[in-house]
């Protein structure tokens, strides 16, 4: 059972496979959805941690794995999980630090995009979490004279 162990052959696999997909769920969901509600070309989003995702897609893709001394200048920020040369092979703790660097770009985003980016209170490098909701319709259950009054107040 060592393939299923934390950093055994399944879970190399299972995180290989979230990074592409990662990648391609926001290139082609995520980027065109912001350049729409933000009135801007899709090229004018940048990210920096996701060309850096998007180089070690390309290496799984289309290199087996293998990354290159030419791509491997191109992870800056990435580059002391990875080697030049041989199969990539995501720890899980530096899955945890691609997570987190996406978290803190997704941050970045929001204030650019948004009235916070002048807040003298708040930073997008202090954000060390980032979470969206949406809002939720009461189910039946829920619905009585204290939800109601709650609900009609928003």
């Known amino acids: 059972m060592s393939s299923n162990s934390v950093d055994g052959s ?8 979230i990074l592409v997909f990662l ?10 959805r912001l350049a729409k509600s933000t009135n801007i070309a899709e090229n004018e989003i ?3 941690i996701m060309s850096y995702v998007r ?18 200048k191109s992870i800056n920020l990435l580059g002391d999980m990875f080697s030049v040369d041989p199969s990539i092979y995501v720890f899980y703790e ?12 997704c ?3 929001l204030f650019e995009w948004s009235v916070m980016e002048n807040s003298p209170n708040v930073k997008p490098e202090d954000i060390r979490n980032v979470a969206l909701q949406t809002r939720r319709k009461p189910t039946q259950e829920l619905i009585g004279s204290t939800w109601t009054e709650v609900n009609d107040s928003f």
């Open 10 to 17: 399944n879970t190399q696999q299972h995180s290989q496979a």
């Open 23 to 32: 990648f391609a769920y926001c290139e082609d969901e995520i980027r065109p």
């Open 46 to 48: 940048k990210s920096d």
């Open 55 to 72: 180089t070690i897609r390309n290496v799984i893709l289309h290199s087996k794995g293998k990354i290159r001394q030419d791509k491997y």
């Open 94 to 105: 530096n899955m945890h630090k691609i997570f987190v660097l996406i978290k803190k770009e």
């Open 107 to 109: 941050a970045r985003l």
